[in-house]
């Protein structure tokens, strides 16, 4: 537990924090070597609190390492820093391993090793304070750091090259060769301020990127630079996904997240995503045909021209059709989960080409789905309304799982597959087809389309049986939700703005910006018995009713499957309410400072 250090924000496993030391500072945070000088000087004279523990985190090989200790403190220091770049694994590999020994709501300070170039991987990893030795010692060594590395002074010769490449204090006074000519010491001191205010600014915009929820963004982008940092990524990727999930939130309000490389295919959120398409969702009951479609540029598809074009072709026939988009990183997409996070809120490079790690990855959603889903159809028949990749991808985990599949629009790439399933004759073709194998027509009601979604959403977030819960069970002739007696069940709101109403009193309401629902709470006791009592998304409280938040002291119990931006019932002895988390449930037990859920709505008991 922590007296002095409380975070405020958080951005997986980095986060902007409070640290109480001679003075409140924020991390992501840079201490200047002067600055510990100065702060050990005066701690005798009482400018340091006296209440603030530090203790240092010794590594395995360590004599007096002990495994499995329990750790208490506001601060830790991690001992042997500099080993962390003998390679990637030990640099992935002791950073977590710190982290996860020491409690979430204390400060993890790593010295002697970060610069510019690493400092957004160090930060990402879940490191809280930095310090400037590195960039010190490299100055006096005649080192000229950069965002992308460092170079010797020596090397920045040429006439093209007498501009430093910086425009920070000491590099917008001085050449490269004014620089040279300094005396020894008073070029070291000149490198040493460059080096320092270097790092300075790249750790101001790490606390930026955090606060915009884009950390790892920046991070694909800076690792680029180094073959080192690459691999520290793609090791956290592998090797700490369970890490990073407990710490990732499950939506990122309004944030998009660009999916630029290949390792955005591991990140927590496709993951997650794709998981949960597979363990919480069925497809709507009735459903006679799967139609599979391509994703679109805007977000939600729905919005977008060509699947207005899509939903157009097919209107007559809707209600006994399901429609899932196939699309990289997400995999599968089913029409009901286009506003949740991240299918509304993700962007690609277009080219066309989808390569071995890409197609493998999408390949292997759909043929999960299918494998898990194909029985709920009565047709045994997949209309695949795609072209290019994703028309190949699809061929293939057809003919792997023995699967009958009706192509109906030709296998272009790039955008010719996109001006293919949009033409008059894909279009056509995709309407002859469904015809055919729907018999009667059949359309969707206004309300049978926004029940499917809530409904949907509602197994999304909490787990199966939410959604019946909530809305009620569907038909599996009409698909309409089977009302309890004297119950009036409404939907209002243009799409996405959906409300769910029950004898005129609010249920729930879908929020785009976050691609979520928010409950009320009578929403919240609607769902409460059918929800699984290991994924039961409750927080259990003191004996208190909360004002504006609960606090992390005030909770007594927490499911671990909550994580931060979840939508959570909580309850006590006095209390019963919902809000949306600001930390996960395993941080709500385990801290003793900050916010654990922000409170929308509570009622005494």
């Known amino acids: 537990m922590s007296r002095f250090y409380e975070v405020r924000q958080r951005d997986g496993a980095a986060r902007i924090g409070r640290l109480q030391l001679n003075e409140v500072v924020q991390t992501p945070l840079m201490l200047r070597v002067e600055s510990l000088t100065y702060w050990e000087s005066k701690e005798g004279r009482g400018e340091v609190p006296r209440g603030a523990v530090g203790a240092v985190l010794l590594p395995e090989v360590h004599p007096f390492f002990e495994a499995g200790n329990s750790q208490s403190g506001d601060f830790f220091v991690l001992a042997f820093a500099s080993a962390l770049l003998n390679s990637p694994r030990d640099f992935a590999r002791r950073i977590v391993g710190a982290r996860e020994r020491i409690p979430p709501d204390a400060a993890l300070w790593v010295p002697g090793v970060a610069t510019a170039e690493n400092a957004a991987v160090l930060f990402y990893a879940g490191v809280d304070l930095v310090d400037n030795t590195n960039a010190v010692l490299k100055g006096?060594?005649?080192?000229?750091?950069?965002?992308?590395?460092?170079?010797?002074?020596?090397?920045?010769?040429?006439?093209?090259?007498?501009?430093?490449?910086?425009?920070?204090?000491?590099?917008?006074?001085?050449?490269?060769?004014?620089?040279?000519?300094?005396?020894?010491?008073?070029?070291?001191?000149?490198?040493?301020?460059?080096?320092?205010?270097?790092?300075?600014?790249?750790?101001?915009k790490v606390r930026a990127r955090v606060r915009a929820g884009t950390l790892r963004e920046y991070v694909e982008q800076k690792v680029r630079s180094s073959v080192f940092l690459t691999a520290v990524l793609r090791i956290l990727d592998s090797e700490a996904e369970e890490y990073f999930e407990r710490r990732t939130p499950v939506a990122r309000r309004g944030v998009q997240l660009k999916a630029n490389t290949m390792e955005s295919l591991k990140r927590v959120e496709v993951r997650r995503f794709a998981r949960r398409v597979q363990e919480r969702y069925e497809p709507p009951a009735g459903r006679r045909v799967l139609v599979l479609l391509p994703c679109s540029a805007r977000k939600p598809y729905s919005a977008s021209q060509s699947h207005r074009k899509f939903v157009e072709a097919v209107a007559d026939f809707r209600g006994c059709l399901h429609e899932l988009i196939l699309t990289s990183p997400l995999g599968v997409v089913p029409r009901e989960l286009e506003l949740a996070y991240p299918a509304a809120f993700y962007d690609i490079p277009v080219t066309g080409y989808w390569d071995a790690e890409e197609r493998a990855w999408v390949a292997s959603c759909l043929r999960a789905y299918l494998e898990r889903n194909l029985q709920n159809y009565e047709s045994a028949v997949v209309v695949a309304h795609l072209g290019g990749a994703a028309r190949e991808i699809c061929s293939g985990v057809a003919a792997e799982l023995g699967v009958e599949i009706v192509q109906t629009c030709e296998g272009e790439r790039g955008e010719e597959a996109t001006t293919a399933v949009c033409s008059k004759e894909g279009l056509s073709r995709l309407k002859e087809v469904v015809a055919e194998l729907c018999g009667e027509k059949q359309r969707l009601t206004g309300f049978e389309l926004k029940a499917g979604v809530v409904k949907a959403l509602a197994d999304f977030q909490f787990g199966l049986g939410a959604g019946s819960g909530l809305v009620g069970n569907l038909s599996f002739k009409k698909n309409l939700p089977k009302k309890k007696e004297g119950e009036r069940m409404k939907i209002t709101g243009k799409f996405p703005f959906y409300k769910l109403s029950s004898k005129g009193e609010v249920l729930a309401r879908i929020v785009p910006e976050f691609g979520t629902l928010a409950l009320t709470v009578k929403g919240a006791r609607r769902i409460a018995n059918f929800l699984s009592p290991r994924s039961s998304y409750k927080v259990e409280i003191g004996d208190f009713v909360p004002k504006g938040s609960v606090l992390a002291p005030g909770v007594v119990n927490a499911d671990p499957e909550i994580r931060e931006n979840d939508e959570v019932v909580f309850c006590g002895e006095k209390a019963f309410g919902v809000g949306r988390a600001k930390m996960s449930g395993w941080e709500m037990v385990e801290s003793r400072r900050g916010v654990a859920v922000q409170v929308r709505e509570v009622e005494e008991i």
């Open 140 to 204: 006096y060594g005649g080192i000229y750091q950069t965002e992308e590395g460092e170079v010797r002074l020596e090397s920045l010769e040429g006439e093209s090259l007498e501009e430093l490449p910086c425009n920070c204090s000491v590099c917008s006074s001085l050449s490269a060769g004014e620089l040279r000519k300094k005396a020894g010491r008073k070029r070291a001191l000149l490198l040493a301020r460059h080096n320092t205010l270097l790092l300075e600014k790249e750790v101001k």
